[in-house]
């Protein structure tokens, strides 16, 4: 079936810095979605990608829908300590499979205060 | 607080036992999603109801069965458990049919212990 592969797999960095992640597949997708899942928690919803090329950005964060379809980042800018968590990509593909959202392994991000 | 809500939160079992993880959806969502959570595994997708039917099936072992009732709240049956089922399992739900044109609203989780 199909598999995200998302990198890295976990981070640390200094508060202030810039973050970025990525999620490649073998297949191609027609929406992609971010989601951050915080310490006890589920998983909320960042941004959702729904065309090739698309570029959104929602506050401190920005993410883009690869041209191959096959891939998606999510650049976090000017981290704070509350962006500690871990950073899910997911894919849809209608008709797959599976018939639902694919998830990566997610990136856990820790900030050094 | 994402108005979906999973009991129990924490539950210790032995193997070959037998559990039933409950959801209660957010108000007015028609779908529910059930998915799995293990350490190093990311979030396996279980299965999806809408509106009492089962609309889409995952990984989800023959052992492991699942229904939404006319209230819209879903249970999660999970038998014979084995050493290996043991994780985090999450109900999501959304008020459209499909996971990609409206957000998944996700529980706290389930945390299922099997000893």
């Known amino acids: 079936g199909q598999q995200l592969n998302q990198s890295p797999q976990s981070m640390f960095i200094q508060e202030g810095e810039d973050v970025s992640m990525n999620c490649t597949s073998s297949s191609i997708f027609n929406t992609w979605l971010w989601y951050k899942q915080d310490p006890g928690e589920g998983p909320v919803l960042l941004i959702a990608l729904y065309k090739a090329g698309e570029l959104t950005s929602n506050g401190r964060l920005t993410a883009q829908f690869g041209i191959t379809r096959k891939d998606s980042f999510l650049n976090i800018s000017a981290s704070i300590p509350s962006d500690v968590g871990i950073y899910f990509c997911?894919?849809?593909?209608?008709?797959?499979?599976?018939?639902?959202?694919?998830f990566g392994k997610g990136t856990k991000l820790s900030v050094k205060p | 607080d994402s108005g979906v809500t999973q009991t129990p939160k924490h539950l210790i079992t032995a193997t070959g036992q037998r559990v039933t993880l409950r959801c209660s959806p957010r108000s007015g969502d028609l779908s529910v999603y059930w998915y799995q959570q293990s350490l190093d595994q990311g979030l396996q997708f279980l299965i999806q109801?809408?509106?009492?039917?089962?609309?889409a099936k995952g990984n989800i072992l023959e052992r492991f069965s699942a229904q939404q009732f006319p209230d819209l709240h879903s249970e999660l049956n999970l038998s014979s458990l084995e050493l290996g089922d043991s994780a985090l399992y999450f109900c999501?739900?959304?008020?459209?049919?499909?996971?990609?044109?409206?957000?998944?609203?996700f529980g706290e989780g389930s945390r299922l212990t099997v000893l």
């Open positions: 109801y809408y509106n009492g039917e089962e609309r």
């Open positions: 999501a739900s959304s008020v459209v049919l499909s996971p990609d044109t409206g957000e998944l609203f």
């Open positions: 997911a894919g849809f593909l209608y008709g797959g499979s599976q018939g639902n959202l694919i």
